[in-house]
């Protein structure tokens, strides 16, 4: 009921209304993809075609932002109903985390065109692109809750994460591949857990950029901790928000 | 055997201080660890039982104090320390106002605070007439909140959480809102409901009406349970607490 709701206040309130889901990261991606792949030439990151490269990990990317954003938020826009309700207070988070993934899968035409453009189709390992988008959903889920239930306790956090987030848009290979980046470096650069996932959605175009199950492995349990991480610190928290509505 | 029973409750409550010198100064002492932000007692050890059919007046100075004592009952507030059990469910009544949305329509609304308290959507559809006819919006069902006539808002909350099957429910007075006419159909349809049998939880600050309709008063000073009596009684201590200060 409540994603309902966050879905309709988000695309009645402009005339393009849904459109917009497809036109923002599409927008974003031609940006990018004049920059990188026209003006810059042969310097060229990443994997051919660029525009299809860029689209894939630009659109999960998108969905990351909107969602660990809105997270900072969560709580503070839901005082007057948690006031009230008897509700869970996890089930707020799994709202904003909901709504902001069916955004995502509105926008997912946008890879379609793409493909329809560069004509290059996906092999077999296309397979892993929902179970990436499962991992995400996960991953989303545990950030979400341990951002917006340390949110209440620390408001300064929106922030950081705004930060964060932003120093993030560069430290995953989404512009680059994760080939771009030295060997030595490859386990490192894996700590960050969407390194993994952006792998798993690429992984059906280029089978060879493929990251390897070391790093695979590695950027998932990053994950894991912070799920777990998230579950923890809610329910220590969870009579603080409450007490915050 | 109580429908709620409080026992050994203590709670605090976040509360922001006065903000102490301007700008800078006010800035650095956050900084320091004086923040702005403190905890307040609100409630101290406090333990009773209310009975099945019973109407119990919580009177009392504070209206933080009362609607966390709300709250507690219908446990969307965890206590501190001590415990607060319920053998039904327990409706607040408070504030549900705030959660409704002017950009969404009266029937939206009504899912959205009818989901929120817990009610399913074909639960909802068959009762949306009654909740309709009740607040008198029949012919605004399809309109925004926001264009809904003054008081929309408050007498659509009421009828709500009103449809809620239960048998507990807890009033916060602020609830009590609309014209003359609207509040004493609400007056007349918590006497309904108490024939019925249900359980009434009204937080009140010392107000006449409570008088006719509640068999109990919980008198509350300082966060401490001082008395436990009828309510003419409660409402004399309360009026005696609100004198003496005005006497110093």
Redesign the interface.
């Known amino acids: 009921?409540?994603v309902l709701?966050d879905l309709?206040?988000q695309y009645?309130k402009f005339r393009l209304g849904y459109l917009w889901s497809l036109l923002e990261p599409l927008g974003m991606s031609l940006v990018l993809w004049l920059v990188f792949s026209v003006l810059l030439g042969d310097r060229a990151l990443g994997l051919s075609p660029y525009l299809l490269f860029l689209s894939v990990a630009i659109l999960p990317w998108w969905w990351f932002t909107k969602s660990v954003n809105a997270s900072t938020k969560i709580f503070r826009r839901a005082?007057?109903?948690?006031?009230?309700?008897?509700?869970p207070p996890q089930i707020w988070v799994m709202r904003t985390v909901l709504s902001t993934s069916v955004e995502f899968i509105f926008s997912l035409p946008v890879i379609v065109l793409a493909i329809v453009l560069t004509r290059d189709l996906p092999g077999i390992y296309i397979l892993f692109f929902p179970v990436a988008i499962l991992l995400q959903f996960l991953l989303l889920y545990g950030i979400g809750l341990l951002v917006s239930s340390l949110s209440v306790v620390i408001p300064d956090l929106a922030r950081v994460v705004k930060i964060v987030v932003r120093a993030m848009f560069y430290l995953s290979p989404i512009l680059y591949s994760i080939t771009n980046i030295p060997q030595s470096l490859q386990s490192i650069a894996a700590i960050n857990p969407l390194v993994g996932i952006l792998g798993l959605y690429r992984i059906g175009w280029w089978p060879e950029e493929h990251t390897t199950v070391v790093s695979l492995v590695i950027s998932l349990s990053v994950g894991a901790a912070l799920f777990i991480a998230g579950i923890y610190t809610f329910h220590r928290l969870?009579?603080?928000i409450?007490?915050?509505? | 055997m109580g429908v709620i029973e409080f026992s050994h409750v203590s709670l605090t409550?976040?509360r922001t201080k006065r903000r102490q010198g301007s700008g800078r100064k006010h800035r650095l002492r956050r900084f320091a660890g004086e923040t702005s932000r403190t905890m307040v007692p609100v409630l101290q050890d406090v333990s009773f039982t209310v009975n099945k059919g019973e109407s119990v007046a919580i009177v009392s100075a504070k209206p933080l104090m009362r609607?966390s004592l709300i709250?507690l009952a219908?446990?969307?507030?965890?206590p501190?320390s001590g415990s607060v059990t319920r053998t039904e469910r327990v409706v607040?009544?408070?504030?549900?106002g705030?959660?409704m949305?002017p950009?969404?329509t009266i029937r939206?609304n009504t899912?959205?605070v009818g989901?929120?308290?817990?009610m399913s959507?074909e639960e909802l559809t068959e009762k949306l007439p009654s909740i309709i006819e009740f607040a008198e919006l029949g012919s605004h069902l399809d309109r925004h909140l926001r264009g809904a006539p003054p008081g929309a808002r408050q007498r659509l909350a009421w009828s709500i959480a009103m449809a809620v099957d239960a048998d507990v429910y807890a009033i916060d007075q602020t609830l009590v809102v609309g014209g003359l006419e609207f509040r004493q159909k609400c007056w007349s349809a918590v006497d309904t409901l108490r024939e019925n049998g249900a359980t009434f939880l009204v937080s009140s600050d010392g107000a006449k009406q409570y008088r006719r309709f509640c068999d109990r008063g919980l008198y509350f000073d300082q966060g401490v349970l001082i008395a436990d009596t009828t309510v003419p009684q409660a409402l004399a201590l309360a009026r005696e607490a609100r004198r003496e200060p005005l006497g110093e």
Do not use: C, H, V
Request: proline content about 6%; charged content about 20%; overall charge positive.
């Open positions: 009921m409540l709701r309709q206040n009645t005082r007057g109903e948690l006031a009230f309700s008897a509700l969870k009579s603080r409450l007490k915050e509505a | 409550m976040p609607t709250r219908a446990a969307t507030l965890i501190d607040p009544m408070i504030a549900i705030r959660a949305g950009t969404f939206q899912y959205l989901a929120l308290l817990g959507p």
